[in-house]
C-alpha cells in the first residue's frame, strides 16, 4: 500500500520543507521531498497547507477517554490509545499508579492483550511502573497505602514476570534503590527519578547508577532544602546539574510559563520530553472523576484544565493531551514550533531508545504522522502508514 502526503510543510529534524511531499509504503516512510512528486497507484492526503509532522510519542500517560490503564480491562488500553489519536499521538508508554503487586501483575498482562489488538489507537512502546518505591513525603496524589521501598524479592518476580517493562520510576534515596536501578539498567529498563526527596549527592549516585530520567520535573520532588542551617540541592537542582532527560507536564498548569521557559532555556529541547501524564478525564468534559482505577481510585474534580484533590488543596493529575502541551510551548514559552515538536516526537524516541524507526520524518522509520494547523489543532493522525483519524468537516 502506497500513500502520499503532499501540498504541506514538512518538519524534520532541522527545518521545514514547504510544499513537502512524503511518500509512504508498507508502513513505513521511503521519501522525503521538496515539492510535488508523481507516485503512481497511491492514495493521496492533500494536507490544504498545513504543517506534516513526526507523530507524537507520550512517554507518561494514565488514561483519557473515561479509561485508566489501571481499570483491568483490555478495553481501558483500546480506549485510551483511541483517545490520545484523536490529539496527534501515534505512541505512548502505558502507566502504572501505585497499588498492591497482584493488580500490577493482572495490568501487565492486560497490557500483553490489548497491544495484540491495538489497531486503531496509537502504538504501545510498552509499560512505565510509576512506583511503588516513592518518598511517603512526595507521593501527590498516590496511594499511600501501596508505598514502600524496593525489595528486590518483589521486583525480581515482576521483573521475571513480564518482558513488557520499558521503564520504571522509584525514589532513589529509598533503602536499596540504587541496587534496583543497577537492576534496571542490566535488564535495559529505564529507570527514573520520581517522588523523591533526593539532594543533590542522592541523585548523583543515582545518576551513576542507571537513572537517567527525571519524572515529571518540579511535581513531586524537592527542590533546595535546608538541614542544620546548611542549603542542600534537591533533585530539581540536580536534574538541571546533570545530563539528565528532564520529562515535563507543559498543560501551562503544573508548570506556568516562567518555569516553562527556564527549563527549555537551561535544558534545551535534546533533553526535554513533553508528557501528558493524563489521568482518565483527559478528553472529556470537566465535572467529577476518579483517579486511579475505578475500583479503589481517588476521587477528583475536573476544573481549570486540571484535576485537583476534591477539596482543592493539591492538584491530583493532569487532563492535558499532547496537541496541547506542543501548543503551549509555543505560546506560552515562546520556543519555536521546531523545537516544541522535537520534544514531542525526536527527544521521547531517544530517550526510550526508539529514535532507530520513530520520532523524526527520515525515510526508513515508522511512517507515524500527524497533520495539524497553525494553532497546532490535529487534522489527521497515521499509525505505521495507516489513517486512524480524520477531522471531520460540517458540511454546508
Same mark, same amino acid.
Given at each position: ?39 503512481? %497507484?497511491?492514495?493521496?492526503? %492533500? ?20 479509561? %485508566? ?264 514559552? %515562546? ?62
Amino acid at each position: 500500500m502506497r500513500l502520499k502526503i503532499t501540498n504541506g510543510t514538512l518538519i524534520t529534524p532541522y527545518r521545514y520543507l514547504k510544499n513537502g511531499t512524503l511518500v509512504i509504503e508498507d508502513g513505513k516512510i521511503v521519501g522525503v521531498h521538496q515539492g510535488n512528486v508523481e507516485v503512481p %497507484d497511491a492514495e493521496v492526503i %492533500d494536507a490544504n497547507g498545513h504543517y506534516i509532522a513526526p507523530g507524537f510519542i507520550d512517554l507518561h500517560i494514565h488514561g483519557g477517554g473515561g479509561h %485508566d490503564f489501571m481499570d483491568g480491562s483490555v478495553e481501558a488500553f483500546l480506549g485510551i490509545a483511541e483517545t490520545h489519536a484523536q490529539y496527534g499521538t501515534t505512541a505512548m508508554v502505558p502507566t502504572t499508579l501505585t497499588s498492591e503487586k497482584e493488580d500490577l501483575l493482572e495490568t501487565l498482562d492486560l497490557y500483553e492483550k490489548a497491544n495484540a489488538r491495538n489497531t486503531k489507537g496509537a502504538q504501545f512502546l510498552g509499560m512505565h511502573l510509576e512506583g511503588p518505591y516513592f518518598a511517603l513525603s512526595q507521593r501527590g496524589a498516590q496511594d499511600p497505602r501501596y508505598i514502600r521501598n524496593p525489595d528486590p524479592k518483589e521486583y525480581e518476580e515482576v521483573l521475571a514476570y513480564s518482558s513488557s517493562i520499558t521503564r520504571w520510576s522509584a525514589a532513589p534515596e529509598l533503602p536499596g534503590a540504587i541496587e534496583f536501578g543497577k537492576r534496571l539498567r542490566q535488564k535495559g529498563i529505564l529507570a527514573a527519578v520520581a517522588h523523591t526527596d533526593a539532594i543533590y549527592e542522592e541523585v548523583l549516585e543515582a545518576y551513576e547508577n542507571g537513572y537517567t530520567l527525571a519524572t515529571h520535573l518540579y511535581s513531586a520532588m524537592s527542590g533546595v532544602t535546608r538541614k542544620n542551617a546548611f542549603r542542600y540541592a534537591g533533585t530539581i537542582e540536580s536534574a538541571f546539574l546533570l545530563d539528565m532527560d528532564v520529562e515535563i507536564i507543559a498543560d501551562g498548569v503544573h508548570l506556568p510559563a516562567p518555569l516553562l521557559k527556564l527549563i527549555y532555556k537551561i535544558k534545551g529541547p535534546d533533553h526535554i520530553a513533553l508528557i501528558t501524564d493524563a489521568m482518565r478525564a483527559a478528553g472529556m468534559p470537566e465535572g467529577e472523576s476518579t483517579l486511579g482505577s475505578l475500583k479503589n481510585g481517588l476521587k477528583v474534580i475536573v476544573e481549570d484544565g486540571v484535576a485537583k484533590l476534591p477539596d482543592r488543596t493539591s492538584f491530583a493529575g493532569s487532563v492535558s493531551t499532547a496537541d496541547r502541551l506542543v501548543r503551549n510551548m509555543v505560546q506560552m514559552a %515562546d520556543v519555536s514550533l521546531l523545537d516544541s515538536v522535537r520534544m514531542m516526537t525526536a527527544t521521547p524516541a531517544r530517550i526510550m531508545g526508539v529514535d532507530n524507526k520513530k520520532g523524526t520524518l527520515v525515510a526508513g522509520k515508522d511512517a507515524d504522522i500527524v497533520i495539524f494547523d497553525e494553532d497546532i489543532r490535529i487534522q489527521t493522525t497515521i499509525v505505521q502508514g495507516r489513517i486512524i483519524y480524520e477531522k471531520q468537516y460540517q458540511k454546508i
